[in-house]
């Protein structure tokens, strides 16, 4: 692989170190990029026990069958995308996190009618938090986000404003470092819906985290 | 000015934050807490506008919503708004307004004149009038427009930003009066997620007019205050003032609109000026009160002629006196509960003309107890007065009310006070597709069975005393915690108490009786913001408009901006009277959304300007800028176009870019095009099926072009596949079509071959994608690729391996879209820019040159490839195209039964065919129509037209390609093309291959 310093993260182009700008008002939201997150897609039956177990064995984890929840194990989660399919991520920003998932995933589900596609590069991970940042994604999202809707660990694949995006609930109100969602938005929206982002998040006090 | 007619106590007013406005060019001074009206009205003014249509001087007739006359101009340049309703604007300081709809000014009026010309402009009269020559209704309509308008919007671009955003919660509660606030607390104590929607800017609604009242023994002003605390207290429960909920549609979705920032003189910029509510509420409660009605009589729309509780209003809730004498006028007790209050703020009562014979009820036993006097089954016949009203005329009526006898005596006076009855405020429920129907004891309609997950409590449930309110709203609240399906087993306590005089007993009378013959006393306005007058609804039953949907539409009753609050249910009742007919069967008009009106910017919200769309940029984006290049939008992308140099044309950029790729190397970024990666054992079984050509035999690392047919066997999109391993292909779509193409093939395989084991997955953004093209494309790579060989045998035409260029991991396919020796190289997004860069660097030697999508047009079209899209219109088959060699006979795919209908194997199909101009430097324009032979005058018969035309920089001329009837049956014939001038040019007929037709470039 090339020089780290040579690859750009979605929104490396924004300069977004520049935006931190602080007034003294405290931030009810800030936003950060968590480049460079591994996102696998994985495809399977997840009516088959067997497949189930499989990835289990792999991954020291189960993979979640409810709607919308997610199973953290080590170092990557497995987010509920529908009944046959789940995003396995990893937001470290550990250089080809996605390509060592998806080869890992690849070995241990052989001959599975399944599906492992690293699409890691294809995404932008914008993390946004804060007391308000329920209210900030729920003004493009129709999907219910308040507490007792959306809780920590849930995930959906969902509108954001005029973009297609997961969203996952990493941690809510009762967390050490408070409420933080992480958005993955195509890499080519992600511009977007950073600008929509801020513009959202400015009644409430919007910072660029970094 | 002084506040003359401000009362010196009382009111929800702060006599310590003083106000300074100004209307129509004078100032005047208010208090925090007032409206606009009643500002106005502390100061003396009644004037404050013109009718729509005859001019005629009009005052505040309301406190509310419902207002029809006061509708004014508010603010000035690009914030003016037009047609806001006084009664509803907060006063704040430096507020700016003027009145409409009058010139030169609201004392003198030119189009007044219109007032004395009434007689020649009745209902219909624009029908009737304008309808000849139709070609002059534009200029009727421009000189109709300026005499009947309102005010006037803003030409400039709105300064102001807005907020939209989606909500959800248990219980939505409309109204905050006693009815909403009783139900919010019983919904809040629950536990339930409430949100209360007021449009006002404080709590209490109806509270404030009244006077005395108690709730649970206590004054409503400190019920009320108690209340919003503990509502304030609750966690979930949100209150939103100054918010209007104007829409309810389907699936209990409520539309509110919250006025953030328009009642502050200093408005914080990071605050948007108002808030669109995309509500959806599990259950919905409606306490939206109830509207009074005016009484329909002569000359009954003088400045200073109000709606009775309107002016108890002014006097409790905003300490004004709506005048210094004033006559009641009323067919029930509300007219006497304004009496009352009246007198107590010294205002002196003239009169209480009463339609009924023999008034009873609590309020009408107060009045009479304090000395005011009441003149029962009297009506007021006609009124007097300019600019105000000054005195009322008074008759007596026959013993069943439906004559007026001879007039009888005058009274003076500035105010009169007139109450109708009440109208339940029906618009959302009604919205909601509840059914209303007509109480005749209360005289107005009631809301019926229900068609969402909504209930109505209180007034606009028909229940008009204050402990009824309470209990209606506090068992609503209740009732919808449980519809809601919650289960959080707090306790919503008890039911808060009150007294419970209502309006009744009334007499209805819609139309009062005149004194005069029918057309001879002055109007009796129904409608006030349209100017219909009762004889207008008569004239339109008369002239054969017997549904009160057809009489509305011909008088335009109730389509004003205030939608009939005031005047619909009168209107309904004097087409009854008069069609002999009772109330419920002429039914009632439609309620449409908004209740009141709503800007345009809410909807707008930050969809503006850099948010109206996503722009979609590739990786390499910022290198375009850099370089100068022109874009051009594809789908929601930004391509390049062309790059120009320093004072170059975009032909001539075009030209040096189309050469530089065929004389030595050119790049583009092909990031774009759409990539779906393709898994499971059944892949090539499914690629046979969706493509016309087969697919079984591809080997592993080759590339294969396919063509994608819809099920009426059109082309919809067409790209190479490539075989990456044995259950292992990677698609390309058109850059345009890369969702809908994965939505067709997820379609299929859901749908009709869920037993195909096969996965899709959009990768298009996982790489970034150079393509290289040209003579030197070989010798370029050679230089960055490591771990392939890239000699002709290894790597030919149409193949495709992993390796690395630039240091960078990449799967590199030779297929062109040019003709020319072409390398797609692919590699993670994140690496584009660095690949790019490297590959211009290391290219410079060969003068490598960018090239936009114009170029990529030209080297295509000189190739005789399609675009579909451009030589595709989704009426269009392979055979059409030329591309039988591609259409399998021997196995089935999509759309191939429809190959063999009669229609799509005729020989008049318009067929893909170039063209080659008489001249060779005209350049024909896409889209320009084909004739055999150019007749004297049109109609001539088309043959086909043009799709692709460019000039071309290596055939030294201007090349086309068209779809022609029977085209490849013509060819070497000449056909005739339109140019822009109004031209024609004489074409000929070739095949679609410009340049090197063997192929021997691309496999070099």
């Given at each position: 692989m090339i020089e780290r310093y040579l690859r750009q993260s979605p929104l490396a182009h924004l300069g977004l170190s520049g935006r931190g700008?602080?007034?003294?008002a405290p931030a009810q939201v800030r936003l950060a990029e968590r480049p460079f997150s591994g996102l696998v897609n994985l495809r399977g039956p997840g009516a088959d026990q067997t497949f189930l177990d499989a990835f289990e064995a792999a991954a020291e984890y189960a993979l979640p069958t409810a709607a919308g929840a997610s199973s953290v194990g080590g170092n990557t989660t497995a987010l509920w995308l529908g009944p046959r399919e789940w995003a396995i991520v990893d937001a470290r920003g550990e250089p080809d996190a996605g390509p060592r998932i998806a080869s890992r995933l690849r070995a241990a589900l052989a001959g599975f009618p399944a599906a492992v596609t690293d699409i890691s590069e294809s995404r932008a991970c914008i993390q946004i938090s804060g007391a308000k940042a329920r209210a900030t994604l729920q003004k493009g999202c129709?999907?219910?986000?308040h507490p007792r809707a959306f809780r920590q660990g849930q995930c959906a694949q969902t509108r954001l404003a005029k973009a297609s995006v997961l969203i996952h609930l990493t941690a809510d109100e009762s967390a050490q470092g408070g409420l933080a969602f992480d958005v993955y938005v195509a890499r080519s929206f992600a511009e977007y819906v950073w600008f929509w982002l801020e513009d959202a998040a400015c009644e409430y006090g919007a910072n660029a985290k970094l | 000015m002084t506040q003359s007619f401000r009362l010196p106590e009382g009111g929800l007013i702060d006599r310590s934050h003083r106000l300074g406005f100004r209307f129509d060019g004078r100032d005047y001074m208010g208090y925090a807490g007032d409206t606009l009206a009643s500002a106005l009205l502390a100061n003396g003014v009644h004037l404050v506008g013109r009718s729509y249509k005859y001019h005629r001087p009009r005052g505040i007739l309301s406190a509310g919503a419902e207002e029809p006359n006061a509708l004014v101009q508010l603010g000035e340049g690009a914030r003016s708004e037009p047609n806001l309703r006084a009664t509803q604007i907060d006063l704040f300081d430096g507020l700016r307004a003027r009145s409409q709809n009058r010139w030169p000014s609201l004392n003198f009026d030119i189009g007044a004149l219109n007032n004395g010309l009434s007689r020649f402009l009745p209902a219909g009269f624009y029908y009737k009038t304008f309808m000849w020559p139709a070609s002059f209704w534009m200029k009727y309509e421009y000189i109709i427009r300026h005499a009947a308008g309102l005010g006037e919007a803003p030409r400039e671009r709105d300064p102001d930003h807005y907020d939209k955003t989606f909500a959800h919660c248990d219980v939505l509660v409309v109204g905050a009066g006693p009815a909403g606030l009783a139900a919010a607390l019983a919904a809040g104590r629950s536990g339930a997620r409430v949100i209360l929607a007021e449009q006002d800017s404080i709590l209490g609604g109806s509270l404030w007019s009244g006077s005395g009242e108690t709730i649970g023994g206590e004054p409503v002003q400190e019920w009320i205050a108690t209340t919003r605390r503990e509502l304030e207290g609750m966690e979930e429960v949100t209150i939103l003032t100054r918010t209007l909920a104007y829409g309810y549609f389907d699936h209990n979705f409520v539309a509110l609109v919250e006025r953030v920032t328009d009642h502050l003189s200093d408005r914080p910029a990071a605050l948007p000026r108002q808030r669109l509510w995309k509500l959806r509420a599990k259950q919905v409660v409606l306490a939206t009160g109830a509207i009074e009605r005016p009484l329909v009589f002569a000359d009954n729309d003088r400045p200073g002629i109000m709606l009775a509780d309107a002016c108890r209003t002014y006097v409790?809730?905003?300490?004004?006196?709506?005048?210094k004498k004033a006559v009641v006028f009323t067919n029930n007790e509300s007219g006497h509960l304004a009496a009352l209050d009246m007198a107590a703020a010294g205002i002196n009562i003239a009169a209480i003309v009463d339609l009924r014979e023999d008034p009873m009820g609590s309020a009408s036993e107060r009045a009479e107890a304090a000395g005011l006097r009441v003149v029962p089954g009297s009506a007021v016949v006609g009124t007097g007065g300019q600019r105000r009203v000054k005195q009322v005329h008074i008759a007596r009526l026959n013993a069943d009310g439906t004559q007026a006898l001879a007039a009888g005596e005058t009274l003076d006076c500035d105010v009169l006070a007139m109450s109708g009855g009440w109208s339940p405020t029906l618009h959302l429920f009604s919205q909601s597709r509840g059914k209303v129907r007509f109480d005749a004891d209360l005289g107005c309609f009631v809301p019926g069975a229900s068609a969402q997950a909504e209930r109505s409590a209180g007034a606009c449930n028909g229940a008009f005393g204050l402990s009824d309110c309470l209990a209606q709203g506090f068992a609503a609240g209740k009732q919808a915690v449980k519809d809601a399906g919650l289960k959080i087993g707090r306790q919503a306590g008890a039911t808060p108490r009150a007294g419970n005089d209502d309006f009744l007993p009334a007499r209805w009378t819609w139309e009062v009786p005149s004194d005069k013959p029918s057309g001879r006393a002055g109007k009796a306005f129904v409608d006030f913001q349209n100017d219909v007058t009762a004889n207008d609804l008569k004239l339109a039953l008369r002239e054969g408009y017997q549904s009160i949907e057809h009489v509305k539409r011909y008088t335009?009753?109730?389509?004003?901006t205030d939608q009939g609050k005031t005047g619909n249910v009168n209107a309904i009742g004097i087409v009854a009277a008069a069609q002999g007919r009772e109330i419920p069967d002429v039914g009632v008009t439609t309620f449409r959304p908004p209740y009141t009106p709503v800007t345009f910017g809410v909807f707008a919200g930050r969809d503006v300007d850099g948010l109206l769309d996503p722009n979609r940029k590739t990786p390499i984006h910022s290198w375009h800028e850099q370089a100068g290049a022109v874009f051009e939008d594809v789908g929601q992308w930004k391509r390049p176009w062309y790059f120009p140099k320093a004072g170059e044309s975009m032909s001539q950029a075009v030209k040096r870019e189309v050469k530089a790729t065929r004389e030595s190397i050119g790049i583009m970024d092909a990031t774009t095009l759409g990539k779906i990666d393709i898994q499971g054992k059944d892949s090539a079984e499914f690629l046979n099926r969706i493509y016309?050509?087969?697919?079984?035999?591809?080997?592993?690392?080759r590339c294969r072009y396919g063509l994608m047919l819809n099920e009426a066997g059109m082309v919809i999109d067409d790209g190479v596949t490539a075989r990456l391993d044995d259950f292992h292909y990677l698609m390309t779509t058109t850059t345009g079509n890369a969702a809908p193409v994965l939505a067709h093939l997820e379609e299929y395989l859901q749908t009709e071959w869920p037993d195909l084991d096969v996965h899709l997955t959009s990768v298009t953004e996982q790489f970034a994608t150079a393509t290289i093209a040209g003579p030197n494309a070989r010798a370029l790579l050679a230089e960055l690729a490591e771990g392939i060989d890239l000699a002709p045998q290894a790597l030919p035409h149409m193949s495709i391996r992993d390796g690395r260029v630039a240091g960078i991991d990449a799967r590199i396919a030779r297929i062109s879209f040019t003709g020319e020796m072409s390398y797609e190289i692919n590699v993670p997004a994140s690496c584009g820019l660095a690949l790019w860069q490297a590959l211009m660097t290391a290219g410079a030697k060969y003068g490598i040159t960018p090239y936009g999508t114009e170029a990529m047009h030209v080297l295509r079209a000189e190739k005789g490839f399609i675009i579909v899209g451009q030589e595709t219109d989704g009426s269009v088959t392979p055979i059409d195209l030329g591309m039988d060699w591609i259409v399998s006979k021997k196995k089935d795919f999509v759309g191939k039964r429809s190959l063999t209908r009669p229609d799509m194997i005729k020989s008049d199909r318009k067929q893909l065919v170039g063209l080659l101009t008489d001249d060779p430097k005209e350049i024909l324009a896409e889209g320009a129509q084909l004739v055999e032979r150019v007749l004297p005058a049109p109609p001539m018969p088309m043959i086909g037209h043009v799709t692709s035309s460019y000039e071309s920089p290596n055939l030294g001329r201007s090349i086309a390609l068209a779809l022609i009837k029977g085209g490849r049956a013509r060819m070497g014939q000449k056909v005739q093309a339109s140019l822009a001038n109004g031209g024609t040019i004489a074409c000929t007929v070739t095949g679609p291959v410009f340049l090197d037709p063997e192929g021997t470039r691309l496999n070099d």
């Open positions: 700008q602080d007034d003294g129709p999907l219910d986000l | 409790n809730r905003f300490a004004v006196r709506p005048g335009a009753t109730g389509m004003g016309t050509n087969a697919w079984s035999k591809l080997a592993v690392g």
